[in-house]
Every structure is written in structure tokens, then in C-alpha cells.
């Protein structure tokens, strides 16, 4: 293991709203005994990395951007490597909330990912667009040694938070989920829930993603491009996809709503069951529902969250069995501005992330 420097490049917020980040150089920070420093092999772009940018989160600034690192263990007290099984040169991804406070209702009896006073890495507090970074010993998951820090980054929020939507959906084998929204969460979930052995609908109206998906190896059982098709048509083919003899409703058995805009939303819970579940990983301004969805159709809608460190294990243990794969648009620290860029680009595939590789 080279020894550690000093100092490091690091992409701050200044001020919001900013177009983009500084590239800095500031000090490598130190360790404590829960959390450990970890080499930044790759750290996620998110949409609310952008939010951060346009002052969404308040002006809790300066603040390093990024909550998806994956990276290697290059310090940790001696403490948290019994208590938690890590030790240097580990290689991980970890989950993005930091100083979980341990003593709230949550932390004792629910789960600790919806601590009310945790902070979040990028958001309000350092995360990981930098050359090294601190993360909780205790969110750090190991990766196999097959996987790039490239394709774990993405798994640390979109992954794991498209996987936990999906267990939330409760669904078995052989039920549809729809996946509404084909972009990072969309286009992993589409894969996971195949991998799962659930019939999948993909819905997007961008020819782009929908190219995407057509090309994975875990293709959705149908795509439906909202661009082109009514929603009649729509139903056709998702009756289309149940067995001889099914004698339920039609519709999809559950729908995962990733996509902001609300008109997308509408087409979504037309095309699912009576009784069905709707799950909200989108976070638009404000929603915009018709009643008889949920009076008449009798839906259900449930929020998910990202999710915990078991989560994130089952997300990079399904992803590694099934050799699923992130579209990755990879950029160097240097060429921060093109990274920012590239994600008001309507018809990009996949992730953009910061690669130190
Ligand atoms: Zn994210
Ligand atoms: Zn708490």
C-alpha cells in the first residue's frame, strides 16, 4: 500500500445555485474510530448531486459532492477493523449516510436509514468526488474481486435503492413489475427484477434508454415506449404476458415509478391491477395523482428509500451472480465540467461517473 499524501484533488460546492463544482486541493482527512479512508476508485453522479448544485439541500456549504463512492481501505483505527471486520486494502462500496445518530426511535427499533439526524455524504457533509474520502466502517460493504469501482458506485445509491423498491413490491416469481423510468434506477431494475424471476414491463417515451434495455442480456418481457403507445394498447400487450388460464385482473401486479415527470405517472397506474402496489422512488416537486387510482383502483402507494448495508450486500451479490451491468460514462476529476454537462443531455444511457482508474 503507497503511502498516503497530504493533500488531495477534490470537487467542492461553494455556493449554490453553481453550474458546476471547483476542482480543489485540499487535506486528506483523518480517521476516527468509525470511520475509515478509503481511496476513491470510482464515485457516482446522481440526480441530486445536480439538486445539490441548485440549492435544493440548503446552503450547508462548502461541501465535497457525491454519495456513491467505491474504493479501497487505505486507513482504519484498529477499533473499527475488529469491530467490523475490515482491514486495509479491502476493497468496498459504501452507503451514503454519515453520523447516524444511534439514539432516535429509528436507530433503536426501525432502521437506522431513516435516521432523522444522520447527515448525507454530498449533501451535508463531505462525500466522495475527491482523491480520498472518510465513509462509516459499519456501511462499507466488500466487493468481489471481479467488479470495478465503475460498475459498484452506481450500486451504492441507484443499485441498492431500485433493489430495495423491488423487495418492497413483495411480488413472486412469475408476477409482472413495471419499471416506469429507464434511466440509471430504471435500466438496473429492469435486470435485478428478471434476475429475481419476476415478468418485467419497461416503460419509457426516449428511444435511447429503450435501445438500451433491448440490447441487455436481462431484457424486460415488454417495453413500452409512452411515445408511441395508448394506453389501451399498452394493456393489451400486459395481458399478453399472463399465463393461460389467468383468471385476475389486468395490469401489472406492482409499478415502480423512477421518473419525475407526473404525466408519466398517470400512464403508469392506468397500466396497473386493481389492488395493486405502486412504489415512489421519483422525487418530482410535487405529485400529481388522480383520485380514482386510488379510490376506484384501490392502489397502494408506498415511498422507498435507498437502503441498508444488508441491501447494498444483496444488491452486489445479485448484481455479481447475474453479471449485471451499469452503463457507465466515466470522466476524470479534471474534466468535471463535461461530467456535469453531459447529464443535461436528454438521450445519455446509463451513469455518469468520476473515475480515478
Ligand atoms: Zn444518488
Ligand atoms: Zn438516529
Sequence with gaps: MSEIPKSMKALRIHKAPSKHYRLEILDVPQINDEKV??????????????MVLEGSFGDNLPIIGSHEPAGTVVDI????????????G????????KDVCGKCSDCKFGDWKYCANSKYGGINIDGYFAEYALV????????????SFEQAAPLTCA??????????????SGQIIAISGLGALGTLGVQ?????????????????PIELVKSFKLKPDLIIDGSKIKEEEAMKEIIKLRPEGYEGWDGVDATILTADPTSSHSFALNLTRRHGHIILVAQPPELNFNFKNFIFQDLTLSGSLHGNEIDLK???????????????????IENHEKMVDATSNEQRKGKIVLSFE
Design 90 to 97: 479491502d476493497r468496498v462500496a459504501a452507503l451514503l449516510p
Design 159 to 172: 443499485g441498492v435503492t431500485i433493489y430495495t423498491a423491488i423487495k418492497k413490491a413483495n411480488l413472486e
Design 37 to 50: 479512508l478509503l481511496k476513491i476508485g470510482s464515485a457516482g453522479l446522481c440526480h441530486t448531486d445536480l
Design 77 to 88: 483505527s484498529k477499533e473499527s477493523s475488529e469491530k467490523y471486520g475490515l482491514k486495509i
Design 314 to 332: 444483496e444488491t452486489i451479490n445479485l448484481v455479481h451472480k447475474n453479471g449485471i451491468i451499469s452503463e457507465v460514462q466515466k470522466f476524470s
Design 192 to 208: 435485478m427484477a428478471k434476475a429475481m424471476g419476476l415478468k418485467v414491463v419497461g416503460i419509457d417515451a426516449r428511444s435511447q
Design 136 to 147: 462509516e466502517a459499519k456501511h462499507c460493504v466488500i466487493i468481489p474481486d471481479e467488479m
